[in-house]
Structure formats: C-alpha cells, structure tokens
DNA sequence: GTCTATATTATGATAGAC
DNA sequence: GTCTATCATAATATAGAC
C-alpha cells in the first residue's frame, strides 16, 4: 500500500519519525471519539471493546495497545469530556466578563441548558455511573466533579448577592437544577417515544432554558 | 429436611398442592425483589443471572425456570416496580379526594419528591434504560410510561386552572420535574461524596420537596 | 420445583508476525 | 504501530438427576 521508499533496507528514523505519530495520534483520538459515544449510551459493562474497535474503524488490538486495558480507555474518555466542558466555559465566562453580574447568571443557566442539549453524551456518561457508588464514580468526582462544584457556588453566591435566587441550599440547587437543565436531553429518545416531542430542536432547547431559568430565578 | 410422611410411595396430589405452590411464589418473590435492586444499580448488562441468584440465595437455574431468561426477569421486575408505584398513588388520591384543588396539587407534588427518595431504585431503573434506545425502553414506554404521563398532564391542568402553574408546556415541565425532583435521589452517593450531604435523611427531603415545590409553582 | 453439572457463546486481554 | 489469531474467563442458557 505504501509506496516504496528506495533499496534502503532499514529506514532512517528522520523521515520515519512523523508521520507514523500523527496516525497514531489520529488513532487514538478516533477511539476516544467512539468510546465517549458507546459509553454514555450503554455503560462501561455494556459498552464492549470489540464494538468500540468496530464503530472506530480500528483494530481490536490497538485499544490494547493505546489505553492498556478498558478502565484506562474509559478514563480517556471522561478526560476528554471535561476537558470539552472547561474548554467551552472558559471561552464563554471570558466572552461575558463585561455583562453586569445578574445578566451573567443569566446567561450561565442558559448556556448550561444549551450546552446539555449539545452534549447529552456528557449527561448520560455522569448519569451511567452516578447510579451506583462504585470506584468510576469515585474517581469521576476526585478528579473532575470536585473541581466543578465550587464554580456552581460562585454562580450561586452572584445571583444571591442580586436577589435573583430562589430559596435553599448550594446542594438542592444545584442537583435540581441540573436534574432540571440535562434530564429531557438525556432521555431525549424516551421524551420522543413517549411524549412525540424531540427534545433537540432549537424550538426546543430555547423553551426549555426559558423553563429552567424562571424555576431557579425569582421574578423581580 | 422435611418430615417423614409415611410409606406412602406416591403421595396424593390434595396433599401436595399448597405447601410447593407457596414456596414457589415465594422464591420468585425474592428473585423479582433482588432483581429490581441488582438492575437499577447495575444496568441491565452489568446485573448478571448469577450474582442476582446468589443475593436472593438461590439457585441459577431457578432463574430460568421461573422467568426463561434475563430478558423476561427484567420485564417482571419493571412490572413490579411500577404496580407499587400505581399502588402507592392510587391511596394517597383517594386519601386526597376531600382536599381543594390547589392543595391537592401540592400535595402531589410533594409526594412525588418522597416517593422519589423512598425509592431510588425506581429512578435509578428509569435512567439506566431510558440513557439508550433499545427495545428495552420502547417496552418501559409502552406498557407503563404512556399510562402515567396523562395523569401528570391531568395534574397540570388542575394546577393551571389555579393559575399556581409556571409557564412553559406539558413537556418541558413534565422532565424538568422529574429531574429536579429524582436526580439528588438517583445520584445519592455521588451527591454524598461530593458535598458531603446524605439527601436521604428526613431535613434533606423535606427541604427538597419544598424547593421543587416553589420551582414549579408561582407565588400567588 | 429445586439442584448440579455443563454446553455455548462472547468478552477482555495477550502473543507474535509484519 | 498495526494487524491476525488465540487464550482465559465469565456469562447465559440448558440438560437431567432428584
């Protein structure tokens, strides 16, 4: 398949180095993408490596190869998950560093509807392994959700200082509130089945982050 | 183990029927009952055949005997969870019968919030097959959602008539209060490992009934 | 109905050629 | 780094004694 590269029986490395890492690279990326996918809609039991491989379009062995073994695929995964979410935050926080504070709570409930209807895989990958209390979901919340909450309590403290908060505590806020925001995007097949509405469109995702924003915030 | 019954070779079918039958139901029974708890925490791929046999201290083969396979054990527990469900509201509306209108609204709302924390195995259930959409869930839908959503909506309509009810339509608030009133209860452990609170206890329930209660409800 | 033993399959992980 | 072939294990389901 490649094309040949001269008598040169041994290649030397300078003109081996590259390329083969960027496939590589490449490789590796394309079985997180799959993982992440396969994870969230089945679970770490169910979600298998073989499937994984097959819907990536790479070799069973190459998971292998890359990750060690399926735990540390699956860390991959949450890796790059919340990475995504910072990533996307952090533009986000600098893009309204200059709106007024109660107009920035504003937008931050809003953008967390937007973002959970963009990214179900994220809620459903939490939601798989919140549900039992097993070492996953220990790591998760050492080495991500923990970093996460503190920034939610800022949010909160803000929107306190403007009066805009309905009543009670960091803790029940926040799980309603992101029960609120994710759970119609999560279970968006279940809401089509069951209701006829698809949870996805535009119409929608507005309709909803109106919803939750007048749940959390008391009118004026 | 069992007593002598004398020298009779056959023993007559009069004598025979009650005692077996009884003990049948009873064991599965107490399959159905370690199966709810076994596929709610795991999923139904993470819950084997053998590990629910050995919780309920019984036999495999028993499983496939009285259910023929995993699938149809399943198909038992969900039919079980959702029989106490209907059961539990069924009283509770009769109870409720000479309540007005706006304080039977609140009061279901309410309810619904314990009944989610008497009962996280239910929405754990819930989560761990809506997250996908396979068979399993077309099945949940079909035989026991599509039955409820319609007394939600007669809930609704009662609360709009009051002119208590937030805005926005059946849909979005039907899953924006599911998740804001199940999801502290789903996530349990994670909520415990994260903030430290146990939404269990008794305070933690009735100060989330009462958050979602306002969530959903305007002040008059 | 209950139990023991086993057949069959499918999964995660590995070995080794290229 | 990539691929094929394979091992070891664990799961569902079954067969048949009692």
């Given at each position: 398949?490649?094309?040949?590269?001269?008598?040169?029986?041994?290649?030397?490395?300078?003109?081996?180095?590259?390329?083969?890492?960027a496939?590589a690279l490449a490789?590796r990326d394309?079985?997180?993408?799959?993982?992440?996918?396969?994870?969230?809609?089945?679970?770490?039991?169910?979600?298998?490596?073989?499937?994984?491989?097959?819907?990536?379009?790479?070799?069973?062995?190459?998971?292998?190869?890359?990750?060690?073994?399926?735990?540390?695929?699956?860390?991959?995964?949450?890796?790059?998950?919340?990475?995504?979410?910072?990533?996307?935050?952090?533009?986000?926080?600098?893009?309204?560093?200059?709106?007024?504070?109660?107009?920035?709570?504003?937008?931050?409930?809003?953008?967390?509807?937007?973002?959970?209807?963009?990214?179900?895989?994220?809620?459903?990958?939490?939601?798989?392994?919140?549900?039992?209390?097993?070492?996953?979901?220990?790591?998760?919340?050492?080495?991500?959700?923990?970093?996460?909450?503190?920034?939610?309590?800022?949010?909160?403290?803000?929107?306190?200082?403007?009066?805009?908060?309905?009543?009670?505590?960091?803790?029940?806020?926040?799980?309603?509130?992101?029960?609120?925001?994710?759970?119609?995007?999560?279970?968006?097949?279940?809401?089509?089945?069951?209701?006829?509405?698809?949870?996805?469109?535009?119409?929608?995702?507005?309709?909803?982050?109106?919803?939750?924003?007048?749940?959390?915030?008391?009118?004026?």
């Amino acid at each position: 398949m490649t094309p040949a590269r001269g008598p040169a029986s041994k290649p030397d490395d300078s003109q081996r180095k590259r390329r083969p890492q960027a496939r590589a690279l490449a490789t590796r990326d394309q079985i997180v993408s799959t993982a992440i996918v396969c994870f969230s809609n089945l679970g770490f039991e169910g979600a298998t490596t073989r499937w994984i491989a097959e819907q990536a379009g790479v070799n069973q062995g190459l998971i292998t190869h890359h990750f060690k073994n399926k735990e540390e695929l699956w860390k991959a995964a949450v890796d790059r998950l919340f990475a995504n979410f910072r990533n996307d935050f952090a533009a986000r926080m600098e893009a309204w560093q200059d709106a007024d504070r109660a107009t920035r709570v504003r937008l931050i409930i809003r953008h967390f509807v937007r973002y959970a209807s963009e990214h179900p895989e994220q809620l459903r990958f939490m939601m798989q392994e919140g549900l039992n209390s097993g070492p996953r979901m220990q790591w998760l919340v050492e080495n991500h959700l923990s970093a996460h909450y503190p920034q939610f309590q800022a949010m909160l403290r803000d929107a306190r200082a403007e009066n805009m908060l309905i009543e009670g505590d960091d803790v029940h806020i926040f799980y309603a509130f992101v029960g609120a925001a994710s759970t119609i995007f999560a279970l968006s097949a279940e809401c089509e089945h069951l209701t006829g509405l698809d949870p996805a469109t535009e119409k929608s995702i507005e309709a909803h982050a109106k919803l939750v924003e007048a749940m959390l915030l008391v009118t004026p």
